[in-house]
């Protein structure tokens, strides 16, 4: 499975998304710039934390209108597994590919602690390898990770089984509903302001991440053998 790392002006959890799928998950990855225009021959794309263009305007803001994003949403309407982290998160809202919308803690202070997660939806292409309502370490690390949607949003995400993942014990930046992950209505778009790829061995304190990445390889080779 060929994975595409997204690179924006900004990101810094690139080298993080990349080394956790070569070396951990022992899967092909390749970094893919902003301005380039192809996503040709991958078969996921992963959209990495940082700040990208310096945050400005909002998070996400400037990075969705980044060349390599046509080829995102394109890739994301073909149906293929497109996976947002922290500010990958935010990009995939303001690109409209997720519903809602980021906003800044309500402490108003960055954030960076190991956080408990529970899963709400193992039935995905992301989750298969989870338990539904299993508890998991994840680390987070962000100061604009307050999930908001409207009222008739958030009925459409729990209706639809949309919400994947939310804050256990303690909700750290007081986001909707505690949602720290969502997926789109296709179920081939997830985001989510944990970062799994900082949980991918023991050494890192957790190795809970991995099965997201794990669940994503196991689905693909599902598909091939349809």
């Given amino acids: 499975m060929k994975f595409a790392v997204i690179v924006f002006p900004g990101s810094n959890c690139d080298l993080d998304m990349y080394a956790a799928i070569k070396d951990i998950l022992g899967e092909d990855a390749e970094y893919v710039q902003h301005y380039e225009t192809s996503l ?3 078969d996921a794309v992963l959209l990495p934390g940082g700040f990208t263009y310096g945050d400005y305007l909002r998070t ?3 990075a969705r209108f980044a060349n ?3 080829e995102v949403v394109r890739f994301a309407e073909e149906g293929k597994p497109v996976f947002g982290t922290c500010n990958g998160f935010q990009i995939l809202a303001e690109a409209g590919l997720l519903p809602g919308a980021l906003r800044r803690n309500d402490s108003l202070k960055f954030i960076c602690k190991p956080q408990d997660l529970k899963v709400v939806n193992a039935d995905t292409q992301f989750t298969s390898l989870y338990e539904e309502g299993e508890i998991i370490s994840i680390p987070i690390a962000h100061g604009e990770g307050n999930y908001f949607c409207d009222a008739e949003t958030l009925a459409d995400l729990k209706a639809n089984n949309q919400i994947v993942f939310t804050y256990a014990n303690g909700n750290p930046n007081g986001s909707i509903e505690d949602i720290a992950g969502i997926i789109n209505k296709k ?3 997830l985001g989510m302001m ?3 790829e900082r949980a991918v061995e023991a050494l890192l304190g957790s190795a809970d991440g991995l099965r997201l990445f794990q669940s994503m390889v196991e689905n693909y080779k599902k598909e091939l053998n349809k």
């Fill in 60 to 62: 996400g803001a400037i």
């Fill in 68 to 70: 390599i994003m046509s």
């Fill in 194 to 196: 944990p970062h799994p």
């Fill in 40 to 42: 040709e021959g991958f």
């Fill in 187 to 189: 179920g081939n778009v």
